[in-house]
């Protein structure tokens, strides 16, 4: 292990990244709460250390060199690893206490969060949950970051390499309007009987419309050019007799009761989601991420798949 002194600080790495997200020297020097002046003299010093230079720049722009893109990468993971080490150490002592970030997806949140909000207000008394509502792509990429400590996505989505536990698998429904033919029988719905029908799906970027669409591509349904930003705006347009849709067994009580749907169970194999929690492998707070993956697991609603068709439908006015 090298103990000599080393050349350059965690600050000038600071800098150093901050200068490479915002390819500002201004902004950088906002961002990081210093003048302009202090965040050049240290980005010179550290440049003067590795022996590199780590960005180009003139009175239009900043690049970062070939090299000083390797270089400030690099310090990206240092500095996580540092922030690690300050979280670990605050949470010797109690790791429920202080705050966790986590992410959840928009085709989760509404659904989930206010049904398991009291256990785990109740579970973890002294923990506040900040969560962050966005599609999977970004949560991912700010947990690669250290923005996040953990995030609640679908496992069939692109996640990367990252510490799981499994809450759910959600199943999907075939939802109708009151007036639809498709929503006429109780039976299990077949692709056979979707060939040819208009179906609505979310919008690009929602992990739960890459699951839907290859389960109608399957049926050979049509899919209609209007594609919504949530699952609410997908059941109101069913409703309206625009076409069916899809929806997971999360949001069908809420959504159910929103509208004048009806709901149909999909032949097997039944498509679903897995619902998981994940979070970067070796965080310091792995421990209190699989307890409270646990909790939400264990007060995950489940009633929705179990209960009877006629369950799920709204009733006549």
Not at 48 to 60: I, K, N, T, W
Not at 187 to 204: H, I
Not at 278 to 298: F, K, N
Request: charged share 25%; with cysteine; proline share 8%.
């Amino acid at each position: 292990m090298h103990l000599a002194p080393h050349p350059f600080t965690l600050r000038q790495l600071q800098y150093a990244v901050a200068v490479a997200e915002s390819l500002s020297f201004r902004k950088a020097a906002a961002r990081c709460h210093v003048s302009q002046p202090s965040l050049s003299a240290q980005l010179a010093l550290l440049e003067e250390a590795l022996g590199v230079q780590l960005f180009e720049r003139d009175r239009r722009r900043v690049l970062p060199t070939s090299a000083g893109e390797k270089l400030v990468e690099r310090a990206r993971r240092i500095l996580l690893e540092a922030d690690d080490l300050l979280e670990e150490s605050r949470r010797v002592g109690d790791p429920f206490a202080g705050t966790l970030r986590v992410g959840v997806i928009p085709t989760v949140s509404p659904y989930l969060l206010p049904a398991v909000a009291p256990a785990l207000r109740r579970r973890f008394a002294r923990l506040t949950l900040a969560w962050v509502e966005e599609k999977t792509e970004v949560l991912i990429r700010e947990l690669d970051a250290g923005s996040l400590d953990a995030a609640l996505v679908a496992l069939e989505a692109e996640v990367g390499d990252v510490e799981r536990e499994v809450i759910a698998k959600d199943p999907f429904f075939l939802v109708t309007s009151h007036t639809h033919p498709l929503g006429t029988k109780d039976t299990p719905a077949t692709p056979g009987e979707l060939r040819e029908a208009n179906v609505l799906l979310l919008d690009e970027g929602h992990c739960l419309r890459a699951q839907a669409l290859a389960f109608c591509s399957r049926a050979r349904a049509h899919e209609l050019e209007f594609r919504a930003t949530s699952l609410s705006t997908l059941a109101q347009m069913v409703a309206s007799g625009t076409g069916v849709t899809l929806l997971p067994a999360l949001a069908l009580p809420t959504e159910v009761r929103r509208a004048e749907l009806k709901v149909r169970p999909l032949a097997e194999p039944v498509p679903y989601r897995t619902l998981a929690l994940v979070w970067r492998r070796r965080s310091p707070l792995t421990a209190a991420l699989r307890e409270l993956a646990g909790v939400l697991h264990e007060h995950y609603p489940t009633s929705v798949a179990k209960a009877p068709r006629k369950a799920l439908r709204p009733r006549p006015p």
